[in-house]
Nanobody, 123 residues
């Protein structure tokens, strides 16, 4: 079983950066794929990025492509999402998720979810 807690969200000006963290607990953490998703009010949940081992999977959506980077520190049981050049359209609740390998875009592939952290980008 895996338990996840996100942190690092907040208010930031357009063009700024944030680094989100997801602290995980449970056995065999290094065996899981770790994904980041986001959901804005009235919108469907959107895949952002995921990582398993040294392999990463990135969103093909133009809204996030090239601006977000996922990384992992197994010694700290933590996954990160570095967000650069933030835009007001990035405002959403960001969720960390864990699931079995291999990497997937679909939220249905992930078994465990954190509570989310709010990111608000002002113009």
């Amino acid at each position: 079983q895996v338990q996840l807690v996100e942190s690092g969200g907040g208010l930031v000006q357009a063009g700024g950066s944030l680094r989100l963290s997801c602290a995980a607990s449970g056995r065999s953490f290094s065996d899981y794929a770790m994904g980041w998703f986001r959901q804005a009010p009235g919108k469907e949940r959107e895949f952002v990025a995921a990582i398993a081992g040294t392999t990463t999977l990135r969103s093909n959506a133009d809204s996030v492509k090239g601006r977000f980077t996922v990384s992992r520190d197994n010694a700290k049981n933590t996954v990160y999402l570095q967000m650069n050049s933030l835009k007001p359209e990035d405002t959403a609740v960001y969720y960390c998720a864990a699931g079995p390998r291999p990497l997937r875009h679909e939220p249905e592939a992930y078994n465990y979810w954190g509570q989310g952290t709010q990111v608000t980008v002002s113009s």
